[in-house]
């Protein structure tokens, strides 16, 4: 293997138990190759945060490798790794400046000055903190602390970086500020990211790959679209977005095409009879902005009829819950200017794309 | 009502400052009294009983005591930060009984201490220790669960994800300790080295037994004079410690900054 080809971070069935029986991370296997942005997501108690630790070093595995650069990290304490990780709660040292705490690492990494100096200025540079040097954190805002801790991290030229969960002391419009800024940082520095968090917007917006985590072990991995559009589980699919998770009694295979019969006398076509065999569906998942509002009197396949339960106004779009049979309630968005003559209580024809509805066996 | 309150509220609170001030207020006039019989009068003062301070009698014992409470207050401050550090911030096995332990001296009466330690010292042979030594031991002995206290408190509120930041910035256990730990902890260090200083300097009920004849601290030479004559010279002798004490917490205090451990960070 040549050397570009090494993968940063390579984590091979790891695992972390506590007292043998409680096994926090289970058999985890994972590549992140150079200068990828990868998110782990999952809801808290995934195990998310104790693989983080791991790669950092903060807790050993009870069983598995962990590798950066193709070199085994076992037993290697966490300050001879080589890695960055910016905080939930930035951590940054109250009794140091800007400055110094930007140069903490190439300081104790026993660089000279001059080149502590110029890691910091370029480091300060790439998260825009130029004129901050002399502040004390106290001094900062919530953003600004944001970004020394980013500069810290990165001003030691680690070979990889770890952000546990960075954004989530900021408030909402500066969050989705410092998505693009981060992202940016990293096309910037090539650096590999590996990003931590519960939020699956953030995961969405940054990452080049998501790793989906659910009770230790990994419950879906690809491209954030591949997630999205194809969730391999009921859990993947109701954490990525909202979805219509609906029970399916019966499915049947026609050359490709799956029948599926819902609860209520209802049944639906789907094309993706994928790679799951037709005797193990029990749900299919439909993403709300895949229902149509049909036509009055049009006519064809997975055209369904039902009563508006619910109204939700969210400004640009709305989402009705609509009553297609007794026990069934679609979640269904559609674009506000839509909404003329619909109110709660009125009858609509909905129509669902037979390539948008995804079988899943659990 | 909200005013009456109020004013009810001054009213106390001033009674309460006049409560405390009024000793030092009386020592302070007792220390100008123009007479050797302590007078009180506004108009006639004299500096004369601290230039009679300026002599051995005074300048040897509190010598000695600064000297004691100087030493007591570094070894107190060393083993305290010792002690805090790995029952506080470690939190080694047992660190709540430890931690007990370590402030258990505070519940024995000091004159069973001292008690205790002569009947040591002369039991196992160690009686030529008395004086300077055995004043140090005791002192220290006494000092040390307050240092403890003051530090540990700064250690529990230390935030672990800093050590845990320059762990992963590189940072070796003794970098950390020094470039983190310590200067972020230097105002509990500072504040139970001050206290040790000042419970040393000023101690009475244990001193008494350690003391050698012929060498003996401020506070025991205080005792010895006013069993035969009450005079300005006493409350002059007051007047300069505090004077003094006053000194040494403004320059610990200008070291370490501790005054936001004490009063809660108002500054």
């Known amino acids: 293997m040549s050397a570009a080809e090494i993968a940063d971070i390579e984590l091979v069935g790891v695992t972390k138990s506590y007292g043998g029986n409680v096994v926090v991370v289970d058999n985890v296997s994972l590549t992140v190759p150079r200068g990828e942005f990868v998110s782990i997501l999952g809801p808290s108690g995934c195990g998310k945060t104790t693989t983080l630790n791991m790669i950092a070093g903060f807790h050993e595995p009870s069983s598995g490798e962990i590798r950066i650069r193709g070199r085994n990290q076992v037993g ?74 980013l500069a810290r991290a990165i001003a030691p030229r680690p070979s990889v970086l770890l952000l546990d969960e960075p954004l989530s002391n900021l408030d909402l419009k500066l969050r989705e500020a410092m998505r693009i800024e981060l992202k940016e940082v990293q096309q910037q520095l090539g650096m590999t990211f590996v990003y931590v968090t519960h939020d699956q917007e953030e995961a969405m917006s940054m990452s080049d790959r998501v790793v989906v985590m659910s009770d230790g072990v990994v419950a879906q991995e690809g491209r954030p679209s591949e997630i999205y559009q194809n969730p391999v589980s009921a859990f993947v699919a109701d954490f990525i977005g909202k979805s219509n998770l609906l029970p399916v009694k019966q499915a049947r295979d026609h050359d490709g095409r799956l029948t599926l019969t819902l609860g209520g006398g209802l049944s639906l076509v789907s094309e993706r009879s994928g790679d799951i065999p037709a005797n193990d569906i029990t749900l299919c998942c439909i993403r709300p902005e895949n229902v149509q509002l049909a036509r009055k009197g049009a006519s064809g396949e997975n055209l369904l009829t039902g009563r508006v339960d619910k109204l939700v106004n969210l400004g640009a779009h709305a989402e009705l819950w609509v009553d297609v049979s007794k026990d069934c309630l679609l979640k269904v968005q559609v674009p506000v200017r839509r909404l003329q003559g619909i109110e709660i209580g009125s009858h609509v024809d909905l129509l669902i794309e037979s390539a948008a509805i995804q079988p899943l066996a659990h | 009502m909200s005013k009456l309150l109020s004013v009810g509220y001054w009213v106390f609170f001033s009674f309460i400052l006049l409560f405390i001030a009024l000793p030092m207020v009386v020592v302070l006039a007792a220390s100008v009294s123009p007479t050797s019989h302590v007078t009180f009068e506004f108009w006639t003062w004299t500096l004369e009983w601290f230039g009679k301070l ?184 007051n007047v300069a410690s505090l004077l003094f004490i006053l000194a040494v917490i403004f320059l610990f205090e200008r070291i370490g900054g501790f005054t936001v451990q004490i009063h809660g960070g108002s500054k």
């Open chain 1, 76 to 149: 290697v304490p966490p300050e001879k790794r080589n890695i960055g990780l910016v905080f939930q709660n930035y951590a940054l040292f109250p009794h140091m400046t800007v400055q110094e705490n930007v140069a903490f690492g190439p300081k104790m990494k026993g660089q000279s000055k001059s080149e502590t100096e110029e890691a910091v200025r370029s480091a300060l540079k790439s998260v825009r903190l130029e004129g901050y040097e002399s502040r004390y954190p106290k001094e900062l805002s919530g953003g600004q602390q944001q970004r020394t801790a």
């Open chain 2, 54 to 237: 300026w002599t051995s009698k005074w300048l040897d014992p509190f010598i000695l005591s600064a000297k004691i409470a100087a030493i007591v207050a570094v070894i107190s401050g060393v083993l305290a930060t010792l002690g805090a550090y790995a029952v506080a911030y470690e939190k080694c096995p047992g660190h709540d009984a430890i931690m007990s332990f370590l402030l258990s001296p505070l519940a024995v009466p000091q004159i069973v201490k001292g008690v205790a330690i002569v009947l040591f010292l002369s039991s196992a042979g160690l009686f030529r220790y008395l004086g300077t030594p055995g004043l140090i031991a005791g002192h220290i002995i006494l000092t040390v669960p307050f240092a403890v206290r003051m530090i540990a408190t700064s250690m529990y509120n230390f935030d672990k994800n800093l050590d845990r930041a320059a762990r992963i910035l590189g940072a070796s256990w003794w970098q950390r300790i020094r470039y983190v730990l310590l200067p972020l902890i230097k105002p509990g260090i500072f504040s139970g080295m001050t206290f040790a200083f000042i419970i040393s300097f000023n101690n009475v009920p244990l001193s008494l037994f350690l003391v050698r004849p012929g060498q003996s601290t401020l506070p025991i030479t205080v005792i010895n004079y006013f069993e035969y004559s009450l005079d300005p010279i006493l409350a002059a002798v």
